[in-house]
């Protein structure tokens, strides 16, 4: 099973229709993360979580929010769906204590949101 | 300006071929440096850090960081097609805010 599993991996939804995805992680690292990547964009953080009680925006949340289930579930939210949201939605994990000090990242598959 | 500057490709190499692919930044606060390779409609899985600057190897790959030019990059050698993906440059910076920014990526291809 991959360490870090989003569902769905593929939606396509309607203009105004509220869409969730979900991210589940078997990693056990606290700090979970919720990305958007778009052709010539890159990789744009939207939602962080430091644990479960410590959620913060990141550079582009306006029309996100997030909700931090568990310590190995972070759920994004889009409450009213619209066309510029279509794009492809990462999830991650870090364990800033993992020795190394660079943060490094453990993906999810991704989910490709579609918005009509 | 953008924080990390990425050449979007694509970069079409036979097999066998020697590869750069490079990133600029802007900031001298950011202090290790990542790769990080994504094939297509994967998540982005990490290939190499590096802290300091200089080179450092692993395998085929070699990541050179030159701090002086605000400069890093990922060299392959004897590319293989199985390297045709997306390679994403990553900074990070621990001092003060914390702060990972990516690159934008460069597409791959490596033909047979």
């Known amino acids: 099973d991959a360490d870090v599993t989003q569902t769905p991996r593929n939606r396509i939804t309607k203009t105004g229709k509220r869409i969730m995805l979900e991210c589940s992680q078997t990693?056990?690292?606290?700090?979970m993360y919720w990305y958007r990547q778009d052709p010539g964009l890159g990789l744009r953080l939207i939602y962080y979580?430091?644990?479960?009680?410590?959620?913060n925006k990141g550079e582009i949340s306006d029309g996100y929010s997030v909700s931090r289930q568990a310590q190995a579930k972070f759920s994004l939210s889009l409450e009213s769906a619209i066309p510029n949201q279509t794009a492809l939605y990462f999830c991650?994990?870090?364990?800033?204590?993992?020795?190394?000090?660079?943060?490094?990242?453990?993906f999810g598959a991704g989910s490709r949101l579609t918005v009509l | 300006q953008k924080e990390v500057e990425q050449d979007p490709g694509p970069l079409s190499v036979p097999e066998g071929a020697i590869v750069s692919l490079n990133c600029t930044y802007s900031?001298?606060?950011?202090?290790?440096f990542m790769w990080y390779r994504q094939y297509s409609r994967k998540g982005p899985e990490l290939l190499m850090y590096?802290?300091?600057?200089g080179n450092k190897e692993d395998g085929r790959f070699t990541a050179q960081v030159d701090k002086s030019s605000k400069y890093i990059s990922l060299f392959i050698r004897d590319s293989q097609p199985s390297d045709s993906a997306t390679y994403l440059c990553?900074?990070?910076?621990?001092?003060?805010?914390?702060?990972?920014?990516f690159g934008t990526g460069t597409r791959l291809l490596v033909s047979p």
């Open positions: 979580s430091f644990d479960v009680k410590d959620i």
């Open positions: 590096t802290y300091s600057s």
């Open positions: 990693k056990g690292h606290d700090r």
């Open positions: 991650a994990t870090s364990d800033p204590t993992g020795g190394n000090g660079a943060n490094v990242l453990t």
């Open positions: 900031n001298s606060a950011f202090q290790y």
């Open positions: 990553a900074i990070f910076r621990t001092t003060g805010f914390q702060k990972l920014v």
